[in-house]
Every structure is written in structure tokens, then in C-alpha cells.
């Protein structure tokens, strides 16, 4: 039962639709998804968790099967607390693959118990990430191809008013 759920851990700063593509397809295989908003990476973000929580759930409009929460510390500690053993992570390119390859290992090393399983993304996608989302909506670019609408919205308020 428990194997049944999967954790899909990142920075979400902020949530985009190669995020959402990667969970539709992680609840093709599992029955429960969390999505575990990371507090404590060195990258400094832009939304804080609250928003982040706020714009995640507004796109996965009331999926019971989608939890949101946030951890602070290890992945591999935050996966034994909650007693899940998967964790999800999207491929985009071979520059994400080192990063994840060495994560996935090091992981695995600290927590036995647990594995990561990888999902290539979608060719709609490749080249989406939040970062480049950031950069095209701070110069007043569009992108609402990539991104769902209420993300949209906060991306401008928080990029255009300054
Ligand atoms: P980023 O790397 O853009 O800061 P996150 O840390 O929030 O994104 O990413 C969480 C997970 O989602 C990572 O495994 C990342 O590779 C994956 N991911 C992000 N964007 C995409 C995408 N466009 N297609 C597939 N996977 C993605």
C-alpha cells in the first residue's frame, strides 16, 4: 500500500507546466503523489513557500490524489517521516542528469529504504524551467504557454511592480 505513493520534491519557485506534466504522469503509476516543497535549498527564491503552496494548488484544482507540503532538512529524512519509499524526479537534458545521478546515489546511500525514479520530459517542455520562466516574465515576455494562469499573474505582480 504504502509504495502506492510517491514523493515529487523541488523548488517549485514557481510551478510550471513541465512540473505538471511530470506529476500527471507520476499519478498514471502511483496512487498518491506528494508534492514536498523543499525549504532549504541554497537557491534563493523568489515566492516564499506560502505562495508557492497557493499557486500549486490552485493548478491541481482539487486532485484528492495530490498532496502539498513542504520539508526543511534531508529529502531522505522528510520520505522516512512521512513512511514513503519513491521519490519522483523529472529529466530534462544530460545537464540535469549528473546533478540527479549523484542526488539519486547519495540518497540511496543515506536511506536504503528509498529510491528515485526518473521521468523524461515531455518534448512540449524540454526547455522549460522555472528559472527561465523567471527571466522571460521579469523583461514583461509571455508565458502563459508555460505556465498556468494564476502562476502568470503572481509571476507579474512580483516581477513588473518594482
Ligand atoms: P528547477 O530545476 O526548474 O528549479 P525544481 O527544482 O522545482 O525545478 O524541479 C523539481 C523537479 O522537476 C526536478 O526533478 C526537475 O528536473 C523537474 N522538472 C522541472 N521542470 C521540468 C520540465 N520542464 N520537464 C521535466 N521535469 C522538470
Redesign the pocket.
Known amino acids: 500500500m504504502i509504495k502506492r505513493i510517491a514523493v515529487?520534491?523541488?523548488?517549485?519557485?514557481p510551478?510550471?507546466?513541465?512540473?505538471l506534466?511530470?506529476l500527471t504522469r507520476g499519478l498514471e503509476i502511483f496512487e498518491k503523489v506528494i508534492i514536498a516543497i523543499?525549504n532549504n535549498?541554497e537557491?534563493r527564491s523568489l515566492f516564499s513557500v506560502e505562495e508557492k503552496k497557493e499557486m500549486i494548488l490552485e493548478a491541481i484544482n482539487g486532485n484528492k490524489n495530490v498532496l502539498v507540503d513542504s520539508f526543511d532538512g534531508l529529502l531522505v529524512d522528510y520520505v522516512k517521516r512521512i513512511g514513503a519509499h519513491i521519490v519522483?524526479?523529472?529529466?530534462?537534458a544530460m545537464s540535469?542528469f549528473e546533478y540527479?545521478f549523484q542526488m539519486a546515489s547519495m540518497n540511496r546511500s543515506l536511506n536504503p529504504d528509498m529510491d528515485t525514479i526518473?521521468?523524461?520530459?515531455?518534448k512540449d517542455?524540454?526547455?522549460?524551467?522555472?528559472?527561465?520562466i523567471k527571466e522571460v516574465a521579469a523583461f514583461g515576455g509571455s508565458v502563459s504557454e508555460f505556465v498556468p494562469p494564476l502562476v502568470e499573474k503572481r509571476l507579474k505582480e512580483k516581477l513588473l511592480k518594482r
Open positions: 515529487y520534491p523541488g523548488s517549485f519557485d510551478i510550471t507546466y513541465g512540473h506534466d511530470i523543499a535549498i537557491k519522483i524526479r523529472g529529466l530534462r540535469d540527479e526518473f521521468m523524461m520530459t515531455s517542455y524540454f526547455f522549460v524551467s522555472s528559472r527561465t
